[in-house]
C-alpha cells in the first residue's frame, strides 16, 4: 500500500501565501500521477493541480498563474506552492497520487492523504 502524509496547512491572510507538502510512503514500485486536490464544505471535490512525469502541470483555472505544483521523483514527494490566496481558496486540501506498489506492478491504484485544512482569512 502507499501512505501519503501532508503538511503545511493553516491560517493566512488574503493576499498571502503557503506551502504543502506531501510525502508518499509503502512498497511504491512507481507513481504516475501526484497532485492536489480541494473540498470545501458543501461542495464536491475538485482537482487543483496535478503533475505527471513528462507532460506539463495541469491546472484548475482558478488557481493558474497563483499556485505552482512540483514533484522530487526521488522522494516521492510533491508540494503545493499557493501565491495570493484569497478567501475561496479556504479549503480541505487532499494528497492524491496513481501507483503501482512492489508485487503488483500491473496494476495502478488512487492513494489518498487525510486532508489538511487552509483557511484565507479577509
Known amino acids: 500500500q502507499v501512505q501519503l502524509v501532508e503538511s503545511g496547512g493553516g491560517l493566512v491572510q488574503a493576499g498571502g501565501s503557503l506551502t504543502l507538502s506531501c510525502a508518499a510512503s509503502g512498497s511504491i514500485y512507481s507513481i504516475r500521477i501526484m497532485g492536489w486536490f480541494r473540498q470545501a464544505p458543501g461542495k464536491q471535490r475538485e482537482l487543483v493541480a496535478s503533475i505527471t512525469a513528462g507532460t506539463p502541470p495541469n491546472y484548475a483555472e482558478s488557481v493558474k498563474g497563483r499556485f505552482t505544483v512540483s514533484r522530487n521523483y526521488a522522494n516521492n514527494t510533491v508540494y503545493l506552492q499557493m501565491n495570493t490566496l484569497k478567501p475561496e481558496d479556504t479549503s480541505v486540501y487532499y494528497c492524491?497520487?496513481?501507483?503501482?506498489?512492489?508485487?503488483?506492478?500491473?496494476?495502478?491504484?488512487?492513494?489518498w492523504g487525510q486532508g489538511t485544512q487552509v483557511t484565507v482569512s479577509s
Open positions: 492524491y497520487c496513481n501507483a503501482r506498489i512492489q508485487g503488483r506492478s500491473w496494476r495502478s491504484d488512487d492513494y
